[in-house]
Nanobody
């Protein structure tokens, strides 16, 4: 089994910062992408930031210049540094990873964390 565990959410005032962390564990052959999505009440889930196959990072336009995605060492961790937070950033943030399990190392599967609440409010 593969698990993604998130931490670091909470409540902050507008303009504040939070750092989210996500750790992948379990029977993993390779991790081929990691990133974050979010879902606000009444809205569809949307991409926040994710690593790309070419080694880059793809950000949603709404967070460019404010959020930074980084990988840990070893690379089973992914972090999302969120600065200058706005009320519209309020959402449940979910870690997502494209992982090839040891049981099927030739086949990538997508795994999700349980989600973590981020609330930006004065």
């Amino acid at each position: 089994q593969v698990q993604l565990v998130e931490s670091g959410g909470g409540s902050v005032q507008p303009g504040g910062s939070l750092r989210l962390s996500c750790a992948a564990s379990g029977s993993i052959f390779s991790i081929n992408a990691m990133g974050w999505y979010r879902q606000a009440p009444g809205k569809e889930r949307e991409l926040v930031a994710t690593t790309t196959t070419g080694g880059g990072i793809n950000y949603a336009d709404s967070v460019k210049g404010r959020f930074t995605l980084s990988l840990g060492n070893p690379k089973n961790m992914v972090y999302l540094q969120m600065n200058n937070l706005k009320p519209e950033d309020t959402a449940v943030y979910c870690c997502n990873a494209k992982i090839a399990p040891r049981s099927t190392p030739w086949k990538n599967e997508y795994f999700w964390g349980q989600g973590i609440q981020v609330t930006v409010s004065s």
